[in-house]
């Protein structure tokens, strides 16, 4: 069935830069976020990337999306304590459905 | 701006009350979802909305129940709560074919069951 992973912990220094990995299996998808969860907080978007795209880059964000690996990542240049949160990815399909897979998200803690 | 709300941050309950957690959403939109998020799982949906009266069941809808009465709030039910219910409840709503398909998020419910 479909799967969407990520590794579960990812730990940087301030000011160096964060890659957070995903794997996903559904070749469908169309549409694939990253949202940001802070502590006790609900999920907000961060970005998002259409399926015909490789690059997106939004200030301090890149994401990179590899189709044939299926594979995206997430790049936080200048990494700030303010970082500090859970990173998910999730794909969905554009219409005709309801479903949006989430991967299990990274945690990431930037040390200061 | 965009506002999805839920009625608890936190909720401690006892096995075999009967829970109510509500979600509201001020966009007009038609879609709405109750996932619950655990760690190491990431985030399961439980029930989906897709207009007034209208639900479908997600991937986990054991145990749970949800009503739609009115477009802005989507109630998620807990019959007969249990331990294994402990875990953090989030809402979401979105129009769907807009834009990106983007999901807002409520800020959650963490409930607890003793």
């Known amino acids: 069935g479909e799967d969407v992973e990520q590794s579960l912990f990812l730990s940087v220094r301030e000011g160096d830069s964060s890659v957070i990995n995903c794997t996903y299996t559904d070749s469908s998808s169309t549409y694939l976020y990253w949202y940001k969860q802070e502590p006790g907080a609900g999920l907000q978007l961060l970005t998002y990337i259409f399926s015909n795209m490789d690059m997106k880059q939004d200030q301090r964000l890149t994401v990179l999306l590899n189709k044939k690996d299926k594979h995206l990542s997430l790049r936080i240049a200048d990494t700030q304590t303010g970082d500090s949160a859970i990173y998910f990815c999730a794909e969905t399909a554009t219409s005709g459905t309801y479903k949006y897979i989430f991967g299990t998200g990274t945690r990431l803690k930037v040390l200061a | ?114």
């Not at chain 2, 096995?15 to 509201?24: D, N, S």
């Open chain 2, 1 to 114: 701006d965009v506002k999805v709300t839920q009625s608890s941050r936190y909720l401690v309950k006892r096995t075999g009350e009967k829970v109510f957690l509500e979600c509201v959403q001020d966009m007009d939109h038609e879609n709405m979802f109750w996932y619950r998020q655990d760690p190491g799982l990431g985030l399961r949906l439980i029930y989906f909305s897709y207009d007034v009266k209208m639900k479908e069941k997600g991937d986990i809808p054991e145990g749970y129940s949800v009503s739609r009465e009115k477009k802005e709030r989507f109630s998620l039910i807990l019959e007969s709560a249990s331990t294994n219910q402990t875990s953090m409840y989030l809402c979401a709503s979105r129009n769907p074919g807009t834009g990106y398909n983007e999901q807002f998020f409520g800020p959650g419910t963490r409930l607890t069951v003793l």
